[in-house]
């Protein structure tokens, strides 16, 4: 079992970067592929990003691809979101996940953070 916890929401303005950072526990954890979720008020969670623990292949939704960048250090048990040329529409609660494999479906994550916030100006 693997427990997750984010942290680097925060207020920025259009066109800032942020760096979101997530923490695992748990003896397994450079086992799981990890994965970064978003969830705006009155959306769905959205898929944004996810590693791969096998091959350490990476995966972005056309929405943020080009402008974030999904990393993992297992020696540190933390996957991080580089976050740039933030935009309005990207406002959101930010949620890290674990998985078997890489997937854009919520439902194939068993573990998830309490999420963070971040929320972008015009």
């Known amino acids: 079992q693997v427990q997750v916890a984010e942290s680097g929401g925060g207020l920025v303005q259009a066109g800032a970067s942020l760096n979101l950072s997530c923490v695992g526990s748990?003896?397994?954890?450079?086992?799981?592929?990890m994965a970064w979720f978003r969830q705006a008020p009155g959306k769905e969670r959205e898929g944004i990003s996810c590693?791969?623990?096998?091959?350490?292949?990476?995966y972005y939704a056309d929405s943020v691809k080009g402008r974030f960048t999904i990393s993992r250090d297992n020696a540190k048990n933390t996957v991080y979101l580089q976050m740039n040329s933030l935009k309005p529409e990207d406002t959101a609660v930010y949620y890290c996940?674990?998985?078997?494999?890489?997937?854009?479906?919520?439902?194939?994550?068993?573990?998830w953070g309490q999420g963070t916030q971040v929320t972008v100006s015009s």
């Open positions: 748990g003896r397994s954890f450079r086992t799981y592929t």
């Open positions: 590693i791969s623990s096998s091959d350490g292949s990476t």
């Open positions: 996940a674990t998985g078997p494999l890489p997937a854009w479906l919520a439902s194939e994550y068993a573990y």
